[in-house]
Structures are given as structure tokens and as C-alpha cells.
């Protein structure tokens, strides 16, 4: 099969799919006695990537694969597809979100006693129903709290390939930041989708504001001291805390799937 019509099935296959495609799915799609090597399909996907350049939208990889979608220097204007403008996320989730991707993985316990206010169940429930947030593991403490990190699905949200490409938190002013502009897929997924719904949103907001302004801006201060007291030279340690698994003792039942955690930019 030559290297013009392998691009073109890439190509395709890629506009069709509507969602990421890693190699193997990509490998998948040829008989056996057709299929192409691994390396004219990386170069088929380089040449594509390539052809997109200067365009409306762009091939990105993704932590579950690669994707077409709009360029994000165009949402401004491509969201005008849809009259409802997507809900931002509370402060007290995008908080919660933050301290599980920075410091995963970690107790609801461990949250509450950073931010210094109590974490609404509404707030882990919602990041888990997003799937950006799973169960990993149990410490083996009394009532043995269950342990959070994030997942793939975070990941390609906000497009990246690992949690090693989360911004540095010195460039990060302010939590509203974590909140981005909606990521515009080809597949036309609509703006819903990068928004909580008014209950959630609504039971969040309500838990946030059983607390004092005063304990909020501690909250926050406590956060900040916090992820100073675990980063050095203002970069992100991304991989899981060696100590605090070694002593966190995981329930038979559930496995520490680390793949959804900390994806590799290697696909295969």
C-alpha cells in the first residue's frame, strides 16, 4: 500500500472517528495482509499534522490518542455555533481538581485539611461523572478513605499528553485559569459538555458559601503555601508520591491502574 493512500485512511479515519485515535485503533483499521508498519502510519499522522498548518484546525495528541479540532486562537468566534455559552466551573471545584492533579493521589481529608473548608460531595461526585477523577486506591487508615486521581479523560480535556504538561504553578494566577475555553472537536460536540449542569453547579456554590469570604481567601493561601512546600524550582514532581503509596496500603479489588493517571506520550 503506498504512503499518499495510507494518509488519506489516517486522515479519514481520524475526521470520522470523533474522538481520539492512538495507533493501535489506527493499526486496526487495515487486514492484516494490508497492514502498513508502525512507522508509515507515525509518518502518515506527521504529514497530516503537517497539512494542517496555517489551516482552522489542527491534529493534536491527546493522552488517548490523536484528534482534529478547531484551533483554540478561533473559539471565540466558532462558539457562536451555539446560543448558550458553556457555565464556568465554581471555585472550590476547580480547586479541589488542581490539588488532585498536582498531588495525586490523595483523600478527601487530605483536600479539606489544604483548602481549611469542608469539600462538598457534589464536587468529587461531579469530577467523577466528567471522569476526571477516579478511585485508585484506599488508604489503610480507619474507615479507609478512598484515594483520587485523575484520569485520561482530564487529560485530554485539557489537551495534554501528561500530567508533565500542566502548566507550572507559577503561571498559574488564578485558579479560573484551570477553566479553559471550550476545546472545539470536529465531531461538534456541543458546549454542555465542558459544563456542569445548574443542580451541580448549584449544590457546589451552595456548600462554598456555608463559609466566611475570610476562609476562602485562607483556603486559598493554604493551597498556595501547600504546593510550594511539595515543587522546587517552580516545576512539577508528576510522578505519584513513592512514600505515600508505599504506605497506603490498595484494597485487592481495587487495582492502581496508573495508566489513566500519568499517560505516556507513547501511544503503542
Known sequence: MNAELIKKIVEGALLAAGKPMDIARIESLFEDDERPPRDQIKAALEEVEADCRGRGFELKQTASGYRFQ????????????????????????????????????????????????????????TLQERDWVRVVGFRDVPGKPALYATTKNFLDYFNIKSLEQLPALSEIKDFAELDPELELALSGDKPELAAVNDEEQGADLADSENFSLDQEVDGQNAINDAFNENTSNESIDNDLDTNALNNNSVDDNQSLDFDDQVSSSNHE
Do not use: F
Open 70 to 125: 478547531v484551533r483554540q486562537d478561533l473559539a471565540e468566534w466558532v462558539n457562536r455555533l451555539w446560543s448558550e455559552k458553556p457555565k464556568r466551573y465554581s471555585r472550590a471545584m476547580l480547586e479541589t481538581m488542581a490539588l488532585i492533579a498536582y498531588r495525586q493521589p490523595l483523600t478527601r481529608g487530605d483536600i479539606e485539611q489544604v483548602r481549611g473548608v469542608a469539600v462538598s460531595s457534589d464536587t468529587i461526585r
